[in-house]
């Protein structure tokens, strides 16, 4: 009797143990899902500002302006929305960012003065942060730090394929269906509900709410639980804000986000200029433009795996590494003819490069403050990430209408590289 009822104890427990791994996974695959829609909510338009341009004669100064505006809405809503992802929980707050950001993507294209695309565009910037830092807590609820590397990867790796969503979906309604550039933000950014739809049926937001039976969960999951119900917001804020390491990687960071967003704004339009419809180019434009975030897609899948493998979880040398890359491949990219193969390859590698250490950065967050306060250090390190991408819109748009060449883009970001680099020596986690 006493062995049936140890069999009967042990096979309860690898019941439980086995639905635990199923529904951390399903955790993975459904937040990774969601957020891989989120970009054609806010990284497209780039594609459409020949056609804002035409309509309605906007300057690139001004372009440039409605772009910041987005990134800075979107820095400030990372700094209160993280907390609110360890406060409120990721699912909600994920599900909510991606209904919202549709329709405000909806409001903007019905746009017909700069301050109405100004405003609607930061509107959007806003509901767009309720993404990213919620989705990281939710994650660091079911993935303990020993699978870290792993799932940031993932995360951030399927981010940059969201970035080839955003790039593919308005390449196809601007080219096969031969639609016009407010169509780019009426069709595009419904795939997020979608997203969002995954995440609202399969996904738990910790292990004490998944239906498996006798809810089970880590040591360390249940640890962070009971730390997490002793911290206000303002203890949060406290603990990220006063780790001096915080500053430091938000200005490597910032380096890395300003040069990102100078190539996912301005490659499009560098490529494709009001006549790349009938240009004479051996290769297509609009596929060129492709190669950019499946670049940057891989490059973060590959970072934070490098970090681990190559050299012992010393993220920074793997970033320092990529950036240095980075900024040898944006130089070449200012040489090469636009319709060619080695166009695509330059653009591949200058996205793989420069997007590439993405994964091993925010990495950084949970590992420096733990489970417990991993959204708010998350956003707080992406509001100063943005801060930098925003002051660097406005400042490309002016020196492209100042200068006439739209590779000065080029330069730009292998400095913007040069200085994550150096600022990135100094981390030495």
């Known amino acids: 009797m006493p062995s049936d009822s140890t069999d009967a104890l042990q096979y309860t427990s690898e019941r439980r143990n086995a639905s635990f791994t199923h529904y951390k996974w399903r955790a993975l695959v459904g937040v990774t899902f969601c957020y891989l829609f989120y970009y054609t909510g806010r990284q497209t338009l780039g594609f459409a500002v020949a056609g804002i341009q035409h309509d309605f004669g906007l300057s690139k100064y001004e ?51 700069f301050m109405f695309f100004l405003l609607a565009w930061g509107l959007n910037g806003y509901f767009q942060s309720m993404g990213f830092a919620p989705g990281s807590r939710l994650l660091t609820n079911w993935w303990d730090h020993t699978h870290r590397g792993f799932v940031y990867g993932v995360y951030i790796g399927f ?34 509900l979608l997203g969002a739809l995954v995440l609202l049926l399969f996904v738990s937001e910790r292990p004490a709410a998944s239906d498996f039976p006798g809810t089970h969960q880590s040591s360390a999951a249940a640890t962070s639980a009971g730390t997490e119900r002793e911290l206000t917001s303002a203890q949060r804020y406290a603990l990220v804000m006063k780790d001096w390491r915080l500053y430091i990687t938000g200005f490597a960071i910032g380096f890395q986000n300003a040069a990102r967003y100078a190539l996912v704004v301005w490659v499009p339009v560098h490529f494709l200029g009001l006549d790349w419809k009938t240009s004479a180019t051996l290769i297509d434009p609009k596929w060129i433009t492709v190669a950019l975030p499946i670049g940057m897609a891989l490059g973060s899948l590959s970072n934070s795996w490098i970090s681990d493998v190559l050299f012992q979880g010393r993220r920074y040398v793997a970033i320092v590494w990529y950036m240095v890359l980075a900024c040898a491949t944006a130089i070449l990219m200012m040489f090469v003819p636009h319709g060619s193969v080695t166009a695509i390859a330059l653009l ?70 040069a200085g994550s680099a150096v600022l990135s020596l100094l981390i030495k986690r």
């Open 348 to 417: 591949f590698l200058c996205g793989f490069f420069v997007f590439g250490p993405a994964s091993s950065f925010w990495a950084l967050c949970p590992d420096i403050f733990g489970r417990r306060a991993a959204g708010t250090a998350t956003g707080v390190l992406n509001t100063m990430s943005y801060m930098f991408a925003g002051i660097g819109e406005p400042v490309i748009g002016h020196v492209i209408d100042m200068t006439g060449q739209t590779s000065i883009i080029f330069p730009i970001v292998a400095g913007l590289c």
């Open 159 to 192: 981010s940059g394929f969201s970035s080839v969503l955003a790039y593919i979906f308005p390449v196809v309604i601007l080219g096969a269906m031969q639609l016009g550039w407010v169509w780019i933000f009426r069709l595009a950014p419904l795939s997020m």
């Open 63 to 113: 372009i440039g302006w409605i772009s910041a505006t987005m990134l800075w809405c979107y820095a400030g809503g990372q700094f209160i929305n993280g907390n609110l992802g360890d406060k409120l929980g990721g699912k909600a707050m994920m599900i909510a960012g991606a209904v919202l950001s549709v329709a405000a993507n909806w409001l903007f294209s019905f746009g017909h003065t």
